[in-house]
């Protein structure tokens, strides 16, 4: 009975052919066929596997290529892969890393293992490309003479950089006269390409030097050697750096490269067909090809869609060449989407032939589902406007929640570009249907945002009236918009800024710095409310003193001036539903990017940052915006099909189906490198259409049930028809698609003046879902659950405080210190002091004088510290030691530790570093940092070690004091009890103030009505 009730619970997942042999088999009491009783023996297990997968994770023989389609469940494979590993005592976790191309497929790889190991992911390598590579550059660039603490620059970052320095590279034709920026963005993807192809300076110059007519090509590759110096004076590196660095120091460092070597005895490469030439050289790296290396890479050839020129098969077919003797397993049994889907996917893609790894390698790639079967899975709708497109999506996501029990969240519109979006996200808001926009890049050009960027941009250019015309419009200062359009017609009418203008009524109004020259306008004042006087009164005094703190204070300090003195920080804390929910966490997100670039800034001014934001603007470079954690709560999901790849939706829609649109036209580069120094295999037929045709294979093969492929004839204003995109052609079949009558609006459908009318949103959230707690969030909710609240659900933005910086320095140059230390004993007190100087952080201080004073206090501390604790003799585990260890099924405690020593008898020492003032030797004896510190280290997927032998130092620099305590097997017991409490009062979203002497002292003290 045991084993058919077990059959039943895993029949949706098994061949339905499959599972009825096998139930025939136990009824009969018949010998199972092979394929029967491997099925029945893998149910068995705790996750469900099938044949190909189960020897995916088995084989542990050498090199492993696994060709894994969509929805086949290649995160599983890999994630039971590592389970394997570790539970046969193949490898340590921290001896396995695992690589992939971006990193929401990092976060999801971690999650998934987070909940397949029983002592979390702490200790292994689970992380993008770039990541893997700053990681080991910051512990090793040095050998290579380069400095491990340079700055890692964004794009945007990386243009405002070589336009800084353009007039120190020798350009001619790349820096034409009448605009000497034209190719800034060409050269950094010249030079970028430059480096993905794993091609230094020197061996492009080489090449460059036998080619004939050279003299653009000359200029290109001395122009790529000089940036490459100006980078390292500076100090800075891109993206495209950190993979170029790591190869060169393991090329040019074999004995760290055999570290390495020894210390990965597993790597896995997930969405290697994405990978590009410098990647795959690093891949080679670690895992020689002729040392029959564990290396396992999983790819897909259909769903590349980030390959330079569409090299989609390229490093797949090398791979099989370099590594021969390679195992290749496909994974073909799609647990996602139902058949009638695939082979609608299916017929797309085969139109890509002969540049897929089925006709390279001979092998069959058609999915097989073990989904239940939809006839009409797959439908295709055509519209004569874009206006009826939009409001039939909006109208069928309707239908679906209202006739098909599905929810909004169940339904996704993937769009090709963000702007396509537009028109459905106005239908949806027409209708009332919740939705969020999930596409990267929107933080700043979300309204709230938008609006402090307005004020920066104000700050930085008094003259610019649009910007302060938004400000001026903002919810907050409850202006009446009368008024304000009354002072625009007034500056329009004196020729002058709309602050001058400003300025001039409030001169009159006043009385005070009334200018000579104002007389004239005087009979031009415009005529407005007492109400508005007042405000702007208000408002013009609160500019001025910011414009007077211009030259002493950070854009961040500013802006939080003016959050604070607008009231606009108080609305952000009291939100009255999700939208303004969402609104306070885009702010604070915008606060920690400039924080972020304040820190990265020797001179950290408001123009600096203003620059920035202009250019990433610019250029379309943003962080997401709040509502890209997928999924927050009840709403349609919108997002471009690029950012849908890893992700399912049991109903997909894609629209603006025609062509220009999707496919896209294709847009060469400004400066292309030579296609004579290439070494991808570049496809045979046009790499521009196979790419968006691989792009469209995702976006159908997101959908788990339903597919709706819409078009229009027109777009916009313009009058002329577009042609269906080709893709739905391929995918549906021409006669299909030839006898698709357009879908015409009925007269119930057509939009009238009253559609305009919005109906009010419904947004219903999740509770909150917290996994992971640091010390940080349990001692802020135990000293006061609502300033908990402020600080991690609403995520208030706080002034930037000197304490906070002071510490983080501190802390930072104790990390380098003992870094360097660690490789080379003879590091002393100068290397520590020459650290303070390059590593000191500006930011929060009051004054200048008081910033050079802590600066001084700085100093004088390490100094004390240096000599009163510091020893030649200390044998260093692990710094700045990051861990996440389980406390339940549903509970993951996270933080890091300062440093970790080995003693003597077998002992650690765990230590932490205080800036601050030592408090008594009571609270000390019962300090809940010292317990987490404790769990941490005696965690078996940590040090493992018994409690009594983990000693817990406090490092007070101030007072020049060193204590040292111990734990109990007990006290790690309360401590675990008190986080699982702690963490279900959060999830029951339990938030009272906790009021005390600690208010006075409060971040959050002027938006809290606790606070009197």
């Known amino acids: 009975m045991e084993i058919l009730i077990l059959l039943n619970f895993q029949a949706l997942r098994m061949d339905q052919i499959h599972f009825e042999s096998t139930i025939t088999c136990l009824i009969a009491c018949v010998p199972f066929p092979d394929k029967c009783y491997n099925m029945l023996s893998m149910a068995t297990d705790e996750i469900f596997l099938n044949i190909s997968q189960k020897q995916s994770i088995e084989y542990i023989k050498g090199p492993l290529l696994i060709v894994a389609g969509a929805g086949t469940g290649k995160t599983t494979t890999l994630v039971e892969k590592i389970k394997h590993i570790v539970k046969e005592d193949f490898a340590r976790t921290d001896e396995i890393a695992c690589l992939t191309f971006t990193e929401k497929a990092a976060y999801e790889m971690e999650e998934r293992v987070d909940r397949a190991m029983p002592y979390g992911y702490f200790q292994m390598w689970i992380s993008t490309f770039h990541a893997f590579a700053d990681e080991i550059l910051r512990n090793d660039i040095h050998q290579i003479g380069l400095n ?6 964004t794009q945007a970052q990386s243009q405002l950089f070589l336009k800084q320095h353009l007039f120190e590279i020798k350009l001619k034709h790349f820096r034409p006269i009448s605009n000497p920026n034209k190719f800034i963005g060409g050269l950094l993807q010249h030079f970028s390409r430059l480096q993905d192809e794993d091609i230094p300076p020197i061996e492009y110059a080489k090449w460059v030097k036998q080619q004939p007519n050279n003299n653009e090509l000359f200029e290109l590759s001395n122009a790529y050697s000089t940036y490459q110096k100006l980078k390292i004076k500076n100090d ?8 170029y660095y790591l190869n060169e120091l393991f090329r040019k460092r074999p004995k760290v490269l055999k570290s390495y070597q020894y210390k990965f005895k597993y790597l896995m490469v997930d969405e290697f067909q994405d990978t590009n030439i410098a990647q795959y050289e690093l891949i080679k790296l670690l895992c020689p090809p002729k040392s029959n290396p564990n290396l396992t890479v999983v790819g897909d ?9 569409g090299a989609s098969i390229s490093n797949i077919l090398t791979f099989m060449d370099d590594y021969k003797k390679a195992k290749q397993i496909s994974l073909q049994d799609n647990y996602r989407s139902n058949q009638t889907l695939l082979d609608h996917a299916y017929a797309l893609i085969q139109n890509n032939n002969p540049d897929t790894l089925e006709s390279k390698l001979g092998i069959s790639k058609e999915l097989k589902s073990h989904s239940k079967n939809i006839l009409n899975a797959v439908n295709f709708e055509l519209f004569n406007t874009s206006d009826d497109e939009s409001d039939w999506i909006a109208d069928k996501i309707l239908e679906l929640k209202t006739k098909n029990d599905y929810e909004f969240k169940d339904c996704a519109v993937l769009v090709r570009a963000n702007n396509h979006s537009e028109l459905i996200i106005s239908a949806l808001k027409r209708k009332g249907i919740p939705y969020q926009f999930l596409g990267p890049g929107t933080l700043f050009k979300q309204p709230e945002v938008k609006d402090l960027i307005a004020y920066l941009q104000f700050l930085s250019d008094f003259d610019d009236s649009i910007a302060l015309y938004r400000v001026l419009s903002m919810k907050i200062f409850a202006l009446g918009q009368e008024d304000v359009f009354r002072f625009i017609t007034f500056a329009k009418k004196i020729s002058q800024p709309l602050f001058l203008a400003l300025e001039i009524f409030q001169s009159f109004q006043t009385g005070q710095s009334r200018r000579t020259d104002f007389e004239i306008y005087k009979e031009h004042l415009p005529m407005i409310t007492t109400d508005s006087k007042e405000k702007l009164t208000s408002i013009i005094s609160m500019i001025k003193n910011h414009i007077d703190s211009i030259n002493k204070d950070t854009a961040g300090e500013i802006l939080f001036k003016f959050l604070e003195e607008s009231n606009y920080l108080s609305k952000l804390s009291n939100p009255e539903n999700e939208t303004e929910q969402k609104q306070t966490l885009n702010v604070t997100k915008f606060f920690n990017r400039i924080k972020e670039i304040e820190n990265e800034q020797e001179n950290p001014s408001i123009f600096t940052v203003n620059d920035y934001i202009k250019m990433s603007l610019e250029l379309g470079e943003s962080p997401s915006a709040s509502d890209t954690d997928l999924v927050s709560g009840n709403a349609v999901n919108i997002l471009t099909v690029h950012g849908s790849k890893g992700l399912e939706f049991p ?22 490198i030579p296609e004579g120094i290439i070494k991808e295999q570049l496809p045979e037929g046009d790499y521009h259409i196979q790419e968006e045709r691989r792009l469209f294979y995702v976006g159908i ?11 229009a004839r027109s777009y916009g204003r313009g009058v002329r028809k577009h042609k269906i995109s080709p893709f739905v052609i391929e995918a549906m079949g021409q006669d299909f698609v030839d006898k698709k009558p357009i879908i015409k609006p009925t007269d119930k459908q057509q939009l009238s003046i009253f559609d305009f009318k919005k109906t009010p949103e419904t947004f219903i959230s999740n509770p909150i879902e917290l996994k992971n707690i640091s010390y940080s969030q349990i001692e802020a909710y135990e000293r006061c659950p609502l300033q908990y609240k402020y600080q991690y659900i609403l995520k208030i933005p706080t002034a930037p405080g000197s304490a906070a910086s002071f510490g983080s320095t501190i802390h930072a140059i104790l990390q380098k210190f003992y870094r360097g230390f660690a490789k080379d004993n003879t590091w002393g007190l100068s290397h520590l002091i020459n650290l303070l100087e390059s590593s000191w952080v500006p930011i929060g201080y009051n004054s200048k004088a008081h910033q050079l004073r802590m600066k001084k206090e700085a100093k004088e501390m390490l100094e004390n510290y240096y000599n009163s604790f510091h020893s030649p003799e200390i044998e260093i585990i692990d710094l700045e030691k990051l861990f996440k260890i389980r406390i339940n099924s549903s509970i993951f405690l996270t933080g890091k530790i300062d440093r970790v020593d080995k003693k003597s008898d077998g002992k650690i020492e765990v230590i932490d570093y205080k800036t601050g003032k030592r408090p008594d030797d009571k609270k000390l004896a019962k300090n809940m940092q010292l317990t987490i510190y404790a769990t941490a280290a005696s ?20 007072a020049r004091e060193k204590v040292t305590f111990n734990r109990t097997v007990n006290d790690l017991k309360v401590i675990k009890d008190n986080i699982e409490s702690v963490v279900g009062k959060i999830r029951n979203q339990d938030f009272p103030p906790n009021v005390g002497r600690h208010c006075n002292y409060c971040s959050f003290r002027m938006i809290c009505d606790a606070w009197k």
């Open 301 to 309: 050839d259909s769903q590349a869609i980030y390959k330079f020129r």
């Open 939 to 958: 965690n078996p997927g940590m040090y493992n070690k018994p409690v009594e032998k983990i000693d817990l130092t406090f490092y007070y620099l101030q």
């Open 236 to 243: 800075v590196m891109d993206f495209g750096d950190l993979i």
């Open 701 to 711: 093969t997101r959908a788990k049930d339903l597919v709706y492929l819409t078009s």
């Open 148 to 153: 491990p603490s340079y700055n890692l620059m």
């Open 651 to 672: 109903v997909v829609f894609l629209s603006n189906l025609i062509n220009g649109r999707f496919p896209t036209h294709g847009r060469p580069e400004q400066v292309p």
